[in-house]
Nanobody
Framework: QVQLVESGGGLVQAGGSLRLSCVTSGRTFSSYTMGWFRQAPGKEREFVAAIDWSGGNTSYADSVKGRFTISRDNAKKSVYLQMNSLRPEDTAVYYC?????????????????WGPGTQVTVSS
């Protein structure tokens, strides 16, 4: 079984930065895509960013392009989300996700494996 655990969430003022981390454990095979999703109160879970196994291909939601950066370290079985220029509308629970699929598929359908989430709150 695959387990994902996020960390790095918290409270930050608008314009500030946070870096989320996600560590994977359990049995995983190579070539999996990892991503970040978020869910604000009263809203559906939405795609934020994804990265392929090589780390050479990424995808971002339009709302975070130019502000967020996804990266991964396969040796550490980890994925990261650097969030800059945070806005109050970025407030949500952020979830790390993993699936044996393409980035394109991950942007359109919910992945198979999820972490429990970490709260990010941006104050105005």
């Amino acid at each position: 079984q695959v387990q994902l655990v996020e960390s790095g969430g918290g409270l930050v003022q608008a314009g500030g930065s946070l870096r989320l981390s996600c560590v994977t454990s359990g049995r995983t095979f190579s070539s999996y895509t990892m991503g970040w999703f978020r869910q604000a109160p009263g809203k559906e879970r939405e795609f934020v960013a994804a990265i392929d196994w090589s780390g050479g291909n990424t995808s971002y939601a339009d709302s975070v392009k130019g502000r967020f950066t996804i990266s991964r370290d396969n040796a550490k079985k980890s994925v990261y989300l650097q969030m800059n220029s945070l806005r109050p509308e970025d407030t949500a629970v952020y979830y790390c996700a993993l699936d044996y699929t393409t980035i394109a598929t991950m942007t359109k359908s919910l992945p198979w494996y999820w972490g429990p989430g970490t709260q990010v709150t941006v104050s105005s």
